[in-house]
């Protein structure tokens, strides 16, 4: 079955830019979505398709995706940041999630 | 702004089904273009895919769900339901409905999510 790869954890100082990694097999040929989940609460997309964001979602967010490697990137990255995200991509029919990555901003 | 609501017992026991149900508001499940979906999260673990369902009833599953698991729509309540059957202990988890805009064939993301309910699997 297909697998999405997230490091566990990446830390970033405030104000400074956040940049998560979603790894798969020609993940390029896919498209990539991002999902901002604070404690306790349910999921959040910040970007589809590679690089949409909704309009709700800070211009801060951005995404890109090529090759093996999608990237979640957040700009000037703030304290409300802090939080665990999930990249996601579809294989054979099926939604796949990445394992996630606690954001910490320190 | 479109709302979903999970409903359904909290602890279900060993050998048992499963069973919630998804509640629409401000939006339509009979709205053709979204596809409807659960998703679950065992607790500190990350995040499943179950299946999604069509307003006329079409389904697809997760492959590795899919001998256990049904989903059904009520367009007359707005609501969507899941049954998961034979559950374990490893079937413990919040499970999340959220909906799919059908935007790309095979580019589905998740633009909505409810609360999410959490359900023990225990005796």
């Known amino acids: 079955s297909y697998e999405l790869t997230q490091p566990p954890s990446v830390s970033v100082s405030p104000g400074q830019t956040a940049s998560i990694t979603c790894s798969g097999d020609?993940?390029?040929?896919?498209?990539v979505s991002w999902y901002q989940q604070k404690p306790g609460q349910s999921p959040v997309l910040v970007i589809s398709?590679?690089?949409k964001r909704p309009s709700e979602i800070p211009e801060r967010f951005s995404g890109s995706n090529s090759g093996n490697t999608g990237t979640l990137t957040i700009a000037g990255t703030q304290a409300m940041d802090e939080a665990d995200y999930y990249c996601?991509?579809?294989?054979?029919?099926?939604?796949?999630f990445g394992g996630g990555t606690k954001l910490t901003v320190l | 702004q479109v709302q979903l609501q999970e409903s359904g017992p909290g602890l279900v026991k060993p050998s048992e089904t499963l069973s919630l149900t998804c509640t629409v508001s401000?939006?339509?499940?009979?709205?053709?273009?979204?596809?409807w979906s659960w998703i679950r999260q065992p607790p500190g673990k990350g995040l499943e895919w179950i299946g999604y369902?069509?307003?006329?009833?079409?389904?697809h599953y997760n492959p590795s769900l899919k001998s256990r698991v049904t989903i059904s729509v009520d367009t007359s309540k707005n609501q969507f339901s899941l049954n998961l059957s034979s559950v374990t202990a490893a079937d413990t988890a919040v499970y999340y409905c959220?909906?799919?805009?059908?935007?790309?064939?095979?580019?589905?993301?998740?633009?909505?999510w409810g609360q999410g309910t959490l359900v023990t699997v225990s005796s």
């Open positions: 959220a909906r799919v805009p059908i935007v790309v064939i095979l580019d589905y993301y998740f633009d909505n």
């Open positions: 401000g939006g339509s499940v009979s709205n053709g273009s979204y596809y």
């Open positions: 369902i069509y307003y006329r009833g079409r389904t």
């Open positions: 020609k993940l390029g040929d896919k498209f």
């Open positions: 398709q590679d690089t």
């Open positions: 996601q991509a579809w294989d054979s029919s099926t939604a796949v």
